[in-house]
Nanobody, 122 residues
């Protein structure tokens, strides 16, 4: 199974920006869809953003529209999440994940990274 490794999390202040990266362990990795999901303490897992690997089509969760941007580098098998105008409510563990199929905005991803913590202070 391909391993996904996230990086880029950290502690920032409200209004700051962060960029998360997710690299696949296999050079031949070619998923249908990649997504970013997050889970805050005591809350359910939430879809944040996703991207179709072949076309670059993107979908965003309502809570991050206009602030977050998902992109991919097909040469380096890496997906990114640029997070701007961060808010305390964005605090969560962020996971990248892959799935087979065209549906992007779903929690039904099958291959997950280990997660990276993002903490936004007010």
């Amino acid at each position: 199974q391909v391993h996904l490794v996230e990086s880029g999390g950290g502690l920032v202040q409200a209004g700051d920006s962060l960029r998360l990266s997710c690299a696949a362990s296999e050079r031949t990795f070619s998923p249908d869809t990649m997504g970013w999901l997050r889970q805050a303490p005591g809350k359910e897992r939430e879809f944040v953003a996703g991207i179709r690997w072949s076309t670059g089509r993107t979908v965003y969760g309502d809570s991050v529209k206009g602030r977050f941007t998902v992109s991919r580098d097909v040469i380096n098998n890496t997906v990114y999440l640029q997070m701007n105008s961060l808010k305390p409510e964005d605090t969560a563990v962020y996971y990248c994940a892959a799935r087979v199929g065209a549906v992007i905005a779903t929690l039904l991803y099958t291959n997950w990274g280990q997660g990276t913590q993002v903490t936004v202070s007010s």
